[in-house]
């Protein structure tokens, strides 16, 4: 595994807008974002490759989310974007060492971060 240390979480108004950051303490391919609300399972939010920057986002955070990285860092950001109550939830950054397809689900990631938290109020 890579050590993945996030920062960026905190409270905002809804409207509002808030940067994750993510350091990861070697070389990853795929890199991603994900999101657990209170009482719900861990949800996908957005991932990007190593090598060509591809990026996917779920539905429900397109056109407000962007997902970037610089690799000679080893960091991923997500700006967060005309933000919402209900992207309230703790969000964990996750990172593959060897994969770089197009899937993005929990098991394709091999590194996770201990998770920090987005409150947006109303």
């Known amino acids: 595994q890579v050590q993945l240390v996030e920062s960026g979480g905190g409270l905002v108004q809804a409207g509002g807008s808030l940067r994750l950051s993510c350091a990861a303490s070697?070389?990853?391919?795929?890199m991603g974002w994900f999101r657990q609300a209170p009482g719900k399972d861990r949800e996908f939010v957005s991932a990007?490759?190593?090598?060509?920057?591809?990026?996917y986002y779920s539905d429900s955070v397109k056109g407000r989310y962007t997902i970037s990285r610089d690799n000679a860092k080893n960091t991923v950001y997500l700006q967060m974007n005309s933000l919402k109550p209900e992207d309230t939830a703790v969000y964990y950054c996750?990172?593959?060492?060897?994969?770089?397809?197009?899937?993005?689900?929990?098991?394709?990631?091999?590194?996770w971060g201990q998770g920090t938290q987005v409150t947006v109020s109303s």
């Open positions: 996750a990172a593959s060492r060897y994969y770089e397809g197009g899937h993005y689900e929990e098991g394709d990631f091999d590194s």
């Open positions: 070697g070389r990853t391919y795929n």
């Open positions: 990007i490759s190593r090598s060509f920057g591809r990026t």
